[in-house]
């Protein structure tokens, strides 16, 4: 009896102690615990066995942003991967890092870190950035480490599993106030797939998908990257009815930068408060429209224009083809318009419970989306915000009557995601074509560029180089295209997602390379050419053989000294050709940096990007950091000049707390490259006005910006420049022509800083949401601060190009026929598609 309740007492005064009581001054534990600990202290002491197994560090699940569960991940683009771990005994202060990770054409790995602080038993979520150049195959995972300082091995390793996201798919994020359950169906529409997709392939469908849906499942607070150049792979967010405060700062800015740079907002309407939550947030500034309060209840009645402007596309299947064979493409002949679509199908809303349609007004500046022919009353208002674009829609497509009607499927394709009809592909093998039908043209299935508007000005301007081509040239093999007598074999006639893809942060892009070749002459390291290695090859070999036994034998007389003399040849030539390449230089260690800075009319941040290369007499490890800047991103940059079985080396990329490429090895009188990028915060905006009929660029900046021109831009081969001379710091210019001044030399002219201007001026891609552009160009001859590098340099140079998007065209109308196959036959009094006529603001176009 004694020892039972000796057996009890003990347990009481363990459970008390993990319960974190103590003895000598405590609180007691409620009634609930003290009642378990007396009548069932069996399971406490369960619970105490339990505790003293757990690990030391417990870690629960990796998540990549913006899914829950599902780790996403596009190759090419930063993430951000947290981590969800908990330290049991004691606090932990270490790195959270990730495996090496190669990087495409160059000898070099990084391992992404950050600093890790773990509270006692306290679970965290820890994240940090990270850039995957080829997503791992089997399997495919990242280890991710937990590594204390100076400690031989890691603690724990964490396999975060990945999953591929394809180059051209991106990712539409639902944010709501409740369950989002309501939005799931939309993943069945067609405007998420090619057309001629067969739906019941699943591989097919998950690799030629367009677009793949996000619904977090914690509605109050959503996995959104605070991190705004993660938000990348993002399309569309589409708004509905979410205080705007569950975002936090970081995650509001990230947003308006995401929408800055190409990003599609959607706010959904209807009979709740949506609009009037947004009214006072950050998104205040960008609502294209204000609420009227004249709202509308529509019956079927008043839908029918609606019905009529957006009939239900044709859903394609091979099932489908093998009942119906009207359904499959003629041979040699693309879909007509009565192909892609069915007849109209009318809205039928339930006599007592009506679509509810908020009254709005558009803004100045703004454009109105009607809902029938007289244009009384919109369906929504939009307008361009920077790049990007805001769409008010004063209905709720998720509405019973609007989510059963099949017209939803056109409408969100058109109006929401504004994404256009598919072209045509010809001489091409489809699924089709090898079950037995006649290879034909068909529809071709939209590239990357097709479905986002997100572009960056420094990974976008150009063309790339094919997949599989290093910076230095050197191609992979490519597939050898089919010709129509021969007999497709099945990997060939397998559905391929296309290869063309934006804002991907690849050495082999136009700009990137432009700078790696400028910085390299402008280094003065020349690296001797095949003529030169030809004639030291010849000389060694004539000198070591002819000539060194001709000299032993009849100078000297004594043919065994020969083999004697081939190391002192050996040294000698070596010596000889060290000094015969070497280039006096003048310094020990220099840097020469060409900076980018990307931003938008009006708006007060913009995108800086960094290009630059590292030299150095000796062996040096350089740490690049960016103190000031949270959002900065850097990796090795590749030269173009990596042989086959160089030594790996590696690198760090450190996100937390203070960004920074840490251990970038430069090799002794060599070049070394790194390409950083960040969103940075100016100390003023540069926008343009107008006034009395005129035009003025208005520089808020402290910066002054030469050579300034003004460039509109209407189409590749309609563009006007206007030369406006320097814009100094708080000044305001007219934008008219004035005389050019005498080139000034200085120490960035090295760079050929007028080249990269020429070709800022020049670039243009052709969509209609590119057309109307007001771009202002211009330079100053020193690099952007907020960058150090340590150890520091004898000689750091540099310039600095401002590009400025002063301001964007109306958004392309969705009843074009960009959008619309219905609309090429319907010609205008001009000639051309009533629909693709300009769009005037503030008053709503006709569908």
């Given at each position: 009896?004694?020892?039972?309740?000796?057996?009890?007492?003990?347990?009481?005064?363990?459970?008390?102690?993990?319960?974190?009581?103590?003895?000598?001054?405590?609180?007691?534990?409620?009634?609930?615990?003290?009642?378990?600990?007396?009548?069932?202290?069996?399971?406490?002491?369960?619970?105490?066995?339990?505790?003293?197994?757990?690990?030391?560090?417990?870690?629960?699940?990796?998540?990549?942003?913006?899914?829950?569960?599902?780790?996403?991940?596009?190759?090419?683009?930063?993430?951000?991967?947290?981590?969800?771990?908990?330290?049991?005994?004691?606090?932990?202060?270490?790195?959270?890092?990730?495996?090496?990770?190669?990087?495409?054409?160059?000898?070099?790995?990084?391992?992404?870190?950050?600093?890790?602080?773990?509270?006692?038993?306290?679970?965290?979520?820890?994240?940090?950035?990270?850039?995957?150049?080829?997503?791992?195959?089997?399997?495919?995972?990242?280890?991710?480490?937990?590594?204390?300082?100076?400690?031989?091995?890691?603690?724990?390793?964490?396999?975060?599993?990945?999953?591929?996201?394809?180059?051209?798919?991106?990712?539409?994020?639902?944010?709501?106030?409740?369950?989002?359950?309501?939005?799931?169906?939309?993943?069945?529409?067609?405007?998420?797939?090619?057309?001629?997709?067969?739906?019941?392939?699943?591989?097919?469908?998950?690799?030629?998908?367009?677009?793949?849906?996000?619904?977090?499942?914690?509605?109050?607070?959503?996995?959104?990257?605070?991190?705004?150049?993660?938000?990348?792979?993002?399309?569309?967010?589409?708004?509905?009815?979410?205080?705007?405060?569950?975002?936090?700062?970081?995650?509001?800015?990230?947003?308006?930068?995401?929408?800055?740079?190409?990003?599609?907002?959607?706010?959904?309407?209807?009979?709740?408060?949506?609009?009037?939550?947004?009214?006072?947030?950050?998104?205040?500034?960008?609502?294209?429209?204000?609420?009227?309060?004249?709202?509308?209840?529509?019956?079927?009645?008043?839908?029918?224009?609606?019905?009529?402007?957006?009939?239900?596309?044709?859903?394609?299947?091979?099932?489908?083809?093998?009942?119906?064979?009207?359904?499959?493409?003629?041979?040699?002949?693309?879909?007509?318009?009565?192909?892609?679509?069915?007849?109209?199908?009318?809205?039928?809303?339930?006599?007592?419970?009506?679509?509810?349609?908020?009254?709005?007004?558009?803004?100045?500046?703004?454009?109105?989306?009607?809902?029938?022919?007289?244009?009384?009353?919109?369906?929504?208002?939009?307008?361009?915000?920077?790049?990007?674009?805001?769409?008010?829609?004063?209905?709720?497509?998720?509405?019973?009557?609007?989510?059963?009607?099949?017209?939803?499927?056109?409408?969100?394709?058109?109006?929401?995601?504004?994404?256009?009809?598919?072209?045509?592909?010809?001489?091409?093998?489809?699924?089709?074509?090898?079950?037995?039908?006649?290879?034909?043209?068909?529809?071709?299935?939209?590239?990357?560029?097709?479905?986002?508007?997100?572009?960056?000005?420094?990974?976008?301007?150009?063309?790339?180089?094919?997949?599989?081509?290093?910076?230095?040239?050197?191609?992979?093999?490519?597939?050898?295209?089919?010709?129509?007598?021969?007999?497709?074999?099945?990997?060939?006639?397998?559905?391929?997602?296309?290869?063309?893809?934006?804002?991907?942060?690849?050495?082999?892009?136009?700009?990137?390379?432009?700078?790696?070749?400028?910085?390299?002459?402008?280094?003065?390291?020349?690296?001797?050419?095949?003529?030169?290695?030809?004639?030291?090859?010849?000389?060694?070999?004539?000198?070591?053989?002819?000539?060194?036994?001709?000299?032993?034998?009849?100078?000297?007389?004594?043919?065994?000294?020969?083999?004697?003399?081939?190391?002192?040849?050996?040294?000698?030539?070596?010596?000889?050709?060290?000094?015969?390449?070497?280039?006096?230089?003048?310094?020990?260690?220099?840097?020469?940096?060409?900076?980018?800075?990307?931003?938008?009319?009006?708006?007060?941040?913009?995108?800086?990007?960094?290009?630059?290369?590292?030299?150095?007499?000796?062996?040096?490890?350089?740490?690049?950091?960016?103190?000031?800047?949270?959002?900065?991103?850097?990796?090795?940059?590749?030269?173009?000049?990596?042989?086959?079985?160089?030594?790996?080396?590696?690198?760090?990329?450190?996100?937390?707390?203070?960004?920074?490429?840490?251990?970038?090895?430069?090799?002794?009188?060599?070049?070394?490259?790194?390409?950083?990028?960040?969103?940075?915060?100016?100390?003023?905006?540069?926008?343009?006005?107008?006034?009395?009929?005129?035009?003025?660029?208005?520089?808020?900046?402290?910066?002054?910006?030469?050579?300034?021109?003004?460039?509109?831009?209407?189409?590749?081969k309609e563009r006007k420049e206007t030369y406006i001379g320097t814009v100094g710091p708080g000044a305001t210019v007219e934008v008219r022509?004035?005389?050019?001044?005498?080139?000034?030399?200085?120490?960035?002219?090295?760079?050929?800083?007028?080249?990269?201007?020429?070709?800022?001026?020049?670039?243009?891609?052709?969509?209609?949401?590119?057309?109307?552009?007001?771009?202002?160009?211009?330079?100053?001859?020193?690099?952007?601060?907020?960058?150090?590098?340590?150890?520091?340099?004898?000689?750091?140079?540099?310039?600095?190009?401002?590009?400025?998007?002063?301001?964007?065209?109306?958004?392309?109308?969705?009843?074009?026929?960009?959008?619309?196959?219905?609309?090429?036959?319907?010609?205008?009094?001009?000639?051309?598609?009533?629909?693709?006529?300009?769009?005037?603001?503030?008053?709503?176009?006709?569908?």
């Amino acid at each position: 009896m004694t020892s039972t309740a000796g057996r009890l007492a003990f347990v009481v005064l363990a459970a008390l102690t993990v319960l974190g009581v103590s003895t000598v001054r405590a609180q007691l534990p409620e009634s609930e615990e003290r009642l378990k600990i007396l009548t069932d202290p069996e399971s406490v002491k369960k619970k105490l066995e339990k505790e003293k197994t757990r690990p030391p560090l417990e870690v629960f699940r990796s998540q990549v942003t913006p899914f829950d569960v599902l780790p996403f991940v596009k190759a090419n683009h930063w993430s951000t991967m947290n981590l969800e771990v908990r330290s049991n005994y004691n606090e932990f202060v270490g790195s959270l890092q990730t495996a090496p990770v190669p990087l495409l054409g160059l000898p070099q790995e990084i391992v992404y870190r950050r600093e890790a602080r773990l509270a006692k038993a306290q679970q965290s979520k820890i994240g940090m950035q990270v850039m995957l150049p080829k997503i791992p195959k089997n399997p495919p995972e990242l280890n991710l480490e937990l590594v204390q300082p100076d400690a031989i091995r890691p603690d724990v390793v964490w396999p975060a599993t990945l999953r591929v996201l394809e180059p051209h798919q991106m990712l539409i994020v639902v944010l709501t106030k409740d369950a989002n359950d309501a939005y799931a169906p939309w993943n069945r529409l067609q405007a998420f797939y090619p057309t001629f997709l067969d739906r019941q392939d699943v591989q097919s469908v998950e690799r030629m998908r367009y677009y793949r849906l996000v619904l977090p499942m914690d509605t109050e607070r959503p996995p959104l990257s605070p991190h705004p150049l993660t938000w990348t792979t993002i399309s569309h967010v589409v708004w509905d009815g979410m205080a705007p405060d569950t975002l936090n700062p970081s995650q509001q800015q990230a947003l308006l930068d995401w929408l800055h740079w190409g990003g599609q907002l959607i706010l959904v309407g209807g009979p709740g408060p949506s609009f009037s939550l947004l009214k006072d947030s950050f998104l205040s500034p960008y609502l294209p429209a204000e609420t009227t309060g004249e709202n509308a209840m529509l019956g079927k009645a008043d839908l029918a224009p609606m019905a009529a402007a957006y009939p239900p596309p044709f859903v394609r299947s091979m099932e489908a083809v093998e009942n119906d064979p009207a359904m499959y493409y003629p041979p040699g002949a693309l879909p007509q318009a009565n192909e892609r679509y069915r007849k109209p199908v009318p809205v039928n809303p339930p006599p007592n419970r009506p679509v509810f349609l908020a009254g709005l007004k558009p803004k100045d500046g703004a454009f109105g989306i009607p809902l029938g022919e007289s244009g009384t009353r919109l369906l929504g208002v939009e307008w361009r915000v920077g790049r990007g674009r805001v769409l008010m829609l004063g209905f709720s497509p998720t509405d019973p009557a609007m989510a059963s009607w099949p017209g939803i499927d056109t409408f969100v394709r058109r109006v929401v995601l504004r994404r256009p009809e598919e072209g045509a592909a010809p001489n091409i093998f489809s699924p089709m074509s090898a079950r037995g039908h006649t290879p034909t043209q068909q529809l071709a299935a939209l590239p990357g560029p097709d479905l986002t508007w997100v572009r960056f000005l420094s990974r976008d301007m150009g063309p790339s180089l094919p997949r599989g081509e290093t910076a230095g040239g050197a191609a992979a093999k490519k597939a050898k295209p089919l010709s129509e007598e021969e007999e497709p074999s099945d990997e060939e006639t397998e559905d391929r997602p296309p290869d063309a893809a934006v804002a991907e942060w690849l050495d082999t892009s136009a700009l990137p390379r432009l700078c790696r070749d400028v910085l390299e002459d402008a280094s003065g390291i020349k690296v001797p050419g095949a003529l030169f290695v030809l004639k030291v090859v010849l000389a060694y070999i004539l000198a070591l053989v002819p000539l060194n036994w001709l000299f032993c034998r009849y100078v000297l007389g004594r043919r065994e000294l020969a083999w004697a003399a081939v190391p002192l040849l050996s040294l000698g030539f070596a010596l000889g050709v060290e000094r015969a390449a070497a280039y006096d230089i003048g310094y020990n260690s220099a840097c020469d940096e060409i900076d980018v800075v990307e931003a938008y009319g009006g708006y007060p941040r913009a995108h800086v990007s960094r290009f630059a290369s590292l030299f150095s007499t000796g062996r040096t490890r350089y740490t690049v950091s960016f103190p000031d800047n949270p959002t900065a991103l850097s990796l090795p940059l590749d030269h173009g000049r990596s042989l086959r079985g160089e030594d790996v080396v590696t690198s760090a990329w450190r996100s937390y707390p203070v960004p920074a490429l840490e251990g970038f090895l430069v090799q002794p009188r060599s070049l070394g490259m790194f390409r950083a990028e960040e969103m940075a915060a100016l100390d003023g905006a540069v926008s343009l006005v107008s006034e009395g009929g005129k035009r003025l660029v208005v520089n808020g900046s402290s910066v002054p910006l030469q050579d300034a021109v003004v460039v509109d831009v209407s189409g590749p081969k309609e563009r006007k420049e206007t030369y406006i001379g320097t814009v100094g710091p708080g000044a305001t210019v007219e934008v008219r022509e004035a005389p050019r001044p005498a080139p000034s030399g200085s120490a960035a002219d090295a760079l050929r800083p007028h080249r990269f201007l020429r070709e800022f001026r020049r670039a243009f891609e052709d969509r209609p949401e590119n057309r109307g552009e007001i771009r202002l160009v211009a330079w100053t001859p020193q690099p952007m601060p907020g960058q150090r590098i340590e150890p520091s340099v004898d000689r750091h140079r540099g310039f600095t190009a401002f590009v400025v998007h002063l301001r964007n065209g109306p958004p392309p109308a969705p009843d074009g026929p960009h959008y619309n196959e219905l609309a090429r036959p319907k010609a205008g009094g001009d000639g051309r598609p009533a629909a693709a006529r300009p769009r005037s603001p503030g008053k709503p176009s006709r569908p």
